[in-house]
Every structure is written in C-alpha cells, then in structure tokens.
C-alpha cells in the first residue's frame, strides 16, 4: 500500500491509497459540505443537488450518464450527509480511468430547469418514503432537538415544502458557493497507477473554480437537554432516541469515544444488549458515536413495546450511569478492540470502504492511515483515555426524543453528572 | 420404440415427470412428498407413519368409505407409506383411468379429512405395528444398527416410538401435514402408456394452480408500497443466465428500463427495482416501487408494461452494458471474503460443486439479445403476485 497526495494550484487536493493486489478500483469526489451549510432558505438543497448532478452536464445528458457509469460496469453512487457530500465509483482497474472521467464531468453540472422540475419530484418522494419509516424519522427529530440552534440540526432532506420552495437559481448559486476546487478532495484506492491517475485528474479540473468556501459556527454543543414526546397512532413500537455530546471529528479521543460507544451499544456482546435486548425488554438497543467538524455527539436509541418505554428509559441512565461512576473492565475494553479491529480489517477488503475510509480521514484529518496504522491507533487506546473521555464530556446531559403511539410519558430522573473519581486528584 | 422421458417443474417448485411407454397398457403414478420421518418433530416420532395412514381416510367430497370404493371403482391399485425423507403416494391403473387417478391423488394430496375420529384407530395400529418389531429379532437387529450408524434423523425408525404416539393430537397432525405437504420439493412421477401435454396440463390445473393474486393492505401511509413477482428459473437451469439478464435490462444499473422509465423520465419514484430471487425448486423475480398515493396507479402501469415490454426486443447495448456490470461484480467479489464464502456456498448448495471463475465468466458472456428474448418469450409471466400497502387500493390490470 503506497499513499500519495498533491495540491493543484486551483485548491483541488487529490489524494490516492494504491493496492496493487485490489480487484477493483473506486475513485470519489468528496465536497465538504452539507445541509449545515445551508441558508434556512436553502433547506435541503445539498441533497437535491447531489441528485442533479446526475442530470447531466454540457457534454451529457441524464440518461447518458447513466449509460455511461454502467457502460463500464461501475458500482456507483452518492450520498449527502451534515457535512459532506461524496459522488463515487468502483470498477475493474481497466475502467477507473474512465470513472474519474465521467464523476468528474458531473462536478460540472448543467442544472437544466426540466431536469430540475422532474427531479423535486423524485426528492418529495424520497421524503415520503422517510416520513414512513419511525425508525429514520425520530433520528430527525432527534438530531434537530439536540442541535438546536446549531447548524448541524439541519435536516439533510429538508422539507417537502422547502424542496417546493426551492428555484433553480438558489441551486446554482449553493453550487457556486460550495463546489469550489478548494473544498473538493478527490480520492482514489485500489488498483491504479497513480501517475496515470494523477495526470488525467489534473487535466480534467485543471477549470475548476479557484476560491475559498467558509463553514461557519464550528463550535461545539452539549445539546439542548430537552425531552420531546412525539406522538404517532399509526405505529406500533416506541422509538426512543437519546443524544449526549461526545468529542469532535479531529479530537484524539476519537478512537476512545468509538470504543466505548460500542462497550455501552453495539448491537451485540453490549451492555445494552444484555440489559434491553437479551431479556427481550426491547427489540433493538444501539450506541454510536457521530463525529463532525468541531462537534460530536453519542445517539443511543432503542425502539420497544410502548408499555415499556418508561423502564427502559430508566435502564439506559442507569447503565451510562454506571459507565461513569464505576467505569469499564479491561477486558471490555480488550473485547471492543477485538471487534473493530475485525471490522476494519474486513472493510479493508474492500476498496469501496477504503476509499470512504481514507477520504474522509483525510476530509477530517488532513491524514493518512493506513489499515495497519489505523488498527494501531485502537490497540494503543487505553482505559485512560476511555476515563478522560469521561471527565471531558457529560455523557449524562441528555436530550430525549420519543416516537410512537404513547400520548404520555415521564422522563425518568436523571442522576446528575457525578464526580468522577479522577477528576477529584488532578 | 425409443422411451421418452418428460420433465417440468411448475411454477409453485412441483416437479413431474413422466416417461412414455407405449408397448403397455397401464399406467403408474407416484408421488414423493418431502414429509418422511426426518421431518417428525422430537416429541413426536412416529407422526409421519400416522398420517401416511390417516390420509387415505376420505378426501375432497368423497369420506373414507367413497374414496376406498372410488378408487376400487378405476382398479386403482395403491397403497401410501412413510419413509425416512418422503410419505410415498403410489397408484397403478389402467392407463385410461390415469386422469381420475390423479383426480383423487390431488384431493388425497389437498384436501385429506385427517377424520378425528379415526385418530385413535389410526394411532392403535401404529403402536401394534411397533410392538411387532419385538416378534420379530431379525428386524430389530437392523434398525438398531441403523440408528446408531446414520445420524439423527436419517437413521430414526419411521414407526417411531410408543411415547411418541401417545403425543400426537389431531391438531399436531393437522399442523404436519399442513407444514409439510407443499410442492415446493414433491415429485411426481409417471410411467406407462401416457401423453405429455394432457397430463402436465392436468397436473397443473390439479397441483399447481395459477399463484397469481392480489392483495392490498390498507395502512395510512405518506407512500404506497407496491410489491409484484412473477415465476423464474432456477439456479442451475440452462436458462439461468438468460434470466439474469432479463431482470438486469430491467434493473441492472441506473440506465437500466425501470430507473429509466419509472424515475429518470416520470419522476415518479424514489426507489424502484427489480431481483432475481431464488430457492432450489422455484425462482421468481421480485420488484418494489414505493410512491405517493397520487402516482402509485402511474407507477404499477409503468412497471408492469416494462415488464411486458421485454418480450418485444432486447438492446445490442443493454446487454453489453450488462454483461460488464455481472463481469465487474463477479471479479471484484473475490476482494472480500465474506462475499466468497457466502458465494461458495451458494454454488455448493444449488449446484454440488464450486465453479470456477472462468466457468461463470463464460456463463455472463453467452448472453446474447437473443438468448434474453428467447427465454422473456418462453417464460414471459401469464399472472402476476401483486401486493400493495398504502391508504388506496389500485387497479392491478387483467
């Protein structure tokens, strides 16, 4: 695995893992942005342009594009998150070449008013399908509770009122904001020769708009501690989301912060699942740890009988309460450790999820870790880091929001954040 | 004269085959149903016999009585019986009596009484039948090897055992046949002085009928979820790949006819697909498409007449297109090794061996415009499984 990385004079990074016994090889566009850099005005039009970008450009037109991708048998896609936004494809290591060359013709897209007018209706049905689907919804709503004010409770989708709303001229002035050479990385990894890579990637941008996109309101937040019931007759279960702050995307305590989002949630072998899911008390429990630019954040959330909801609420505190007064065992931590180091070495495996890996890292980081050095990085965690992680963040502040057919429900009492053993040395 | 042998497997996984005779006069039907003992629950060995007993004890409109003397009336010799993996259904007659045989096969099959009062009767003969193992040394010795030499459940004693007996209800029973008798897994074979073309269309119309079907399930939703499938290939059939391909120009790719026509060009839907799905006797293609009540009727018509549209050409280009999605993502699986062991797997258990890469490379680059077309217009689906979910029923077409 060789890593190699170049800055274009317009402000393009390009940047490429090299693994010549890969079977594939994908290529991406990362643009850092998303719906927190968005306008009120704007909601949701990061998304929608991601879906535009696909409508074709002066040299392309939709269906062409489309043919083209899959004219060269590419496994492709894109997706739009609170803060970035990654057009990507993976192919046999003959057609990367011309992947590269069709992502990044769509970079320049032409937004024509048709294309513009038949894809909102794609977009409302994209809405649509969410809006059916509790379990997506309260995440929504819980994310926009917790942020508040702060711009990463912008809602990806936006609304079907705000996507209504929306001219094809706030589209095009977001993409001229926004899709500037600076704020794009273009990633590769997999089988590739980098030189050849390099060259045709330069040529192709070589136009691209030099300048300086700005983010706004890095800070970060400890939530708004709210409690928010959602009453909704048609669904069966509870859906119960509990947001707490957590370390931002470049803190060290990053790998701390994953690793103990799985001692506490992950699906299975987690202390949730031997207090909520093994005794069946709820049908799913999880923990995860979000990062973002200057923020982060832990979404646990469970989904339950309603009958339940109550004492399951009670059971989430009391564990995170636990976490924090008693803290964790070396061997939990040792069993974490085991388990994401199994999972990055499988997605290792495949270039598609190294190059997410690896353009993100660097989007983050401006970094590169190998799989083995990544791998590292989590051997080396320690249980105190797992404790400052503790102290630095109050993992008890958290804001609750709830989804499902009960009309009422109490929010248990929450312990106030206690003194952590440590923190009363130092 | 040289025998023929015929085979079809219909589209609900019954197979039939038959091999034509012409120098006799009879004929002989018999019928394996995946229902032997390895299938008997643990608490209840035995069931399998019991019911292989209990089955013949009326059916459809006839009682035990009208049934014996029915097929006593075609001189249908017969006789029902449990094995280790089938309850075997076996009947010889003259040929000319073969549609009333299976006439009376398909109602004992279907729609067998399982009499409750007989239950008792029925269960007394069992438990007489296992005593007599006793009396019988030679036996004994024999399915006493057996059991210790096969592993459960395959070297079990289909008579089971006297405590097992003494567990089966009517209701258990019921629940057996009811679990068991499918035809996804039975075979019926047919041999003697017979033709083809009348007796699968009997067969069909008796055992196989039209799964087509309708159903709407009403849900206040923002978004009606519509479902379709229609009967495929399976796994290791000559035209397997050719099937593949059908459902790629469908659905292979976002240039594909259905993303084309449902989303790029209508924007009627966010998601829209089709898949080819697939168990070891039957294959279907499944499609979804999820949308606003107002377009949901627009989007099912569209579906539908892409489907039907294949059958009216294939493109040079969509095939080439799809040959090198299938290429790319055959080669770039062998990156992961989670994706091989699962496709390993797959190859073992439909087809008893692992194929190698080149095998299924040449498998992809057989399909032709032509070999698609030719397979759409053999298979090309008479009725459709339609189930949507939503707050309004849609028109489902003829």
């Known amino acids: 695995m060789t890593f190699h990385q170049q800055q274009c004079s317009n402000g393009l990074t390009i940047i490429g893992e090299v693994i010549p016994e890969a079977r594939s090889a994908a290529v991406g566009f990362f643009v850092r942005t998303g719906s927190r850099d968005e306008t009120v005005e704007e909601s949701g039009v990061s998304h929608f342009l991601e879906h535009m970008l696909f409508k074709g450009t002066k040299k392309r037109d939709a269906a062409q594009v489309n043919k083209d991708f899959d004219k060269i048998g590419a496994n492709y896609n894109a997706f739009t998150s609170e803060e970035n936004t990654v057009f990507y494809a993976s192919t046999l290591p003959e057609y990367h070449q011309d992947a590269t060359e069709i992502l990044a013709d769509i970079l320049r897209p032409s937004l024509r008013s048709a294309d513009f007018e038949m894809e909102k209706k794609v977009i409302i049905e994209e809405i649509g399908m969410y809006e059916d689907n509790p379990g997506w919804m309260v995440f929504d709503h819980a994310r926009k509770l917790f942020f508040a004010d702060h711009p990463l409770g912008n809602s990806v989708l936006g609304t079907t009122q705000s996507i209504i709303d929306l001219k094809r001229d706030q589209m095009l002035d977001y993409f001229q904001r926004r899709y500037i050479a600076s704020n794009i990385t273009l990633v590769a990894s997999g089988n590739f020769n980098w030189d050849t890579f390099l060259k045709k990637a330069e040529k192709l941008t070589t136009n691209w708009k030099f300048g300086m996109a700005r983010r706004d309101h890095i800070r970060q937040t400890s939530g708004s501690g709210e409690f928010k019931l959602l009453e909704k007759k048609t669904t069966t279960q509870q859906n119960v989301v509990m947001i707490c702050p957590g370390p931002p995307a470049a803190s060290p305590l990053r790998y701390a912060a994953n690793l103990f989002a799985m001692i506490l949630g992950d699906q299975s072998g987690s202390r949730l699942y031997w207090s909520l899911v093994d005794n069946g008390l709820a049908e799913s429990a999880d923990c995860s740890f979000h990062e973002y630019d200057g923020a982060g954040a832990f979404y646990t959330s469970f989904s339950c009988d309603p009958k339940q909801t109550h004492k399951n609420l009670e059971i989430v505190i009391k564990q995170i309460h636990e976490l924090i007064t008693k803290g964790i065992t070396e061997e939990e931590l040792e069993q974490a450790k085991s388990k994401v180091l199994s999972r990055i070495v499988r997605a290792g495996e495949k270039t598609m999820n190294r190059l997410q890996e690896v353009g993100m890292t660097w989007v983050y980081l401006r970094k590169y870790k190998s799989v083995d050095e990544d791998m590292q990085t989590y051997e080396k965690v320690n249980l105190r880091q797992i404790q400052q992680l503790i102290e630095r963040y109050p993992l008890l502040r958290l804001t609750t929001t709830s989804m499902g057919p009960l009309a009422k429900l109490k929010m248990p009492e929450i312990p106030k954040q206690p003194k952590v053993p440590n923190a009363q040395h130092s | ?398």
């Open chain 2, 1 to 398: 004269m040289a025998k023929q042998v015929f085979q079809h497997t219909f589209d609900n996984g019954l197979t039939l085959i038959a091999e034509n005779m012409p120098h006799v006069r009879s004929a002989t039907i018999n019928i394996i149903v995946p229902a032997g003992c390895a299938y008997d629950p643990a608490n209840m060995p035995g069931i399998s016999s019991v019911l292989s007993e209990i089955i013949l004890r009326g059916a459809g409109k006839n009682n035990s009585k009208e049934l014996s003397l029915a097929m006593d009336g075609i001189g249908l010799d017969r006789s029902c019986s449990a094995g280790t993996n089938h309850i075997r259904l076996w009947g010889a007659t003259l040929s000319r009596n073969l549609p009333k045989t299976i006439d009376l096969f398909a109602d004992i099959i279907l729609k067998p009484h399982l009499p409750k009062s007989d239950i008792e009767s029925v269960k007394l003969l069992a438990a007489q039948e296992i005593m007599s193992i006793e009396d019988d040394p030679k036996q004994k010795v024999m399915l006493a090897l057996r059991k210790i030499h096969f592993p459960s459940p395959l070297g079990n004693d289909r008579r089971g055992t006297l405590e097992g007996l003494k567990a089966i209800t009517h209701d258990a029973l019921t629940k057996f046949w009811k679990k068991n008798f499918r035809p996804s897994g039975t075979i019926i074979s047919v041999a003697g002085n017979i033709e083809w073309e009348p007796l699968k269309a009997q067969v069909e119309k008796k055992l196989s009928p039209g799964k087509g079907g309708t159903s709407h399930i009403t849900k206040d939703t923002q978004q009606v979820q519509i479902g379709i499938a229609y009967p495929s290939v399976t796994y290791g059939h000559k035209d397997f790949y050719a099937a593949i391909g059908a459902v790629n120009v469908l659905s292979g790719g976002m240039s594909s006819r259905l993303f084309t026509e449902v989303r790029e060009k209508r924007g009627l839907c966010y998601s829209v697909w089709a898949s080819y799905q697939n168990f070891k006797e039957v294959a279907s293609v499944i499609c979804y498409a999820g949308t606003t009540t107002d377009m949901a009727q627009e989007t099912l018509d569209v579906t539908l007449k892409q489907i039907g549209n294949l059958t009216k050409g294939i493109k040079e280009e969509e095939v080439k297109r799809l040959k090198i999605g299938l290429k790319s993502s055959m080669l770039i699986q062998e990156e992961s090794s989670s994706a091989r062991a699962g496709s390993i797997a797959v190859d073992w258990y439909y087809l008893g061996r692992v194929r190698p890469l080149e095998e299924i490379q040449k498998s992809i680059d057989s399909i032709t415009t032509k070999s698609i077309l030719a397979h759409v217009k053999e298979y090309n689906p008479k009725e459709f499984t339609i189930v949507t979910l939503g707050n309004k029923q849609l028109k489902y077409g003829k």
